[in-house]
T-cell receptor, first 118, second 112 residues
């Protein structure tokens, strides 16, 4: 099966500019996650979708970050305006709500988008 | 609040030596624990999870609820085990089931 796709792979912007990232999950996966991974740290969940509804966005800086998953498939994450501390790798992951046994809850990750804010 | 701690950022061993990557957690409920791995130029991927109680690529991990630990072990390390390893904890239920909290990661280097 095709894996999680993300674009762009790299993005360089200046502070106060806006940027958007796109994610296409594995076909049929109802749950989609966006993580932020700052250099030297583990991934941190920003937002979790179940189909097109938000399940958890408690760690999303809502004054500048937004995310949507309008048709329950693709998702976009936007930052406006960007700050220097937003420089990170943004990971998208998806999981199947129907999986069982060892596969239950397993998350499949995309390659990430590396954002540099100057 | 849930937390995952990996005390070692770097771990170096020689091929054939035993290796143990430490992971401690804090969680108020009944946790699900995972080890994820990222090899060079590859995506983050699941290595193993505690409920499966299986050995993957020679690695095992036992959940010790008394010590709140989930250490990853392999008796004989191989060069291809060199990678970044993340311990992660998942919400076992509720509306945000599956949400992962990651540790900071441990870079394992296996020398020939």
């Amino acid at each position: 099966e095709a894996g999680v796709a993300q674009s762009p792979r790299y993005k360089i912007i200046e502070k106060r500019q806006s940027v958007a990232f796109w994610c296409n999950p594995i076909s049929g996966h109802a749950t989609l996650y966006w993580y932020q991974q700052i250099l030297g740290q583990g991934p941190k969940l920003l937002i979790q979708f179940q189909n097109n509804g938000v399940v958890d966005d408690s760690q999303l800086p809502k004054d500048r970050f937004s995310a949507e998953r309008l048709k329950g498939v693709d998702s976009t994450l936007k930052i406006q305006p960007a700050k220097l501390e937003d420089s990170a790798v943004y990971l998208c992951a998806s999981s199947s709500a129907k999986a069982s046994g060892r596969a239950r809850g397993e998350q499949f990750f995309g390659p990430g988008t590396r954002l540099t804010v100057l | 609040a849930q937390r995952v701690t990996q005390p070692e950022k770097l771990l170096s061993v020689f091929k054939g030596a035993p290796v143990e990557l430490k992971c401690n957690y804090s969680y108020s409920g009944s946790p699900e624990l995972f080890w994820y791995v990222q090899y060079s130029r590859q995506r983050l991927q699941l290595l193993l999870r505690h409920i499966s109680r299986e050995s993957i690529k020679g690695f095992t991990a036992d959940l010790n609820k008394g010590e709140t630990s989930f250490h990853l072990k392999k008796p004989f390390a191989q060069e291809e085990d060199s990678a970044m390893y993340y311990c992660a904890l998942a919400n076992a239920g509720g509306t945000s089931y599956g949400k992962l909290t990651f540790g900071q990661g441990t870079i394992l280097t296996v020398h020939p």
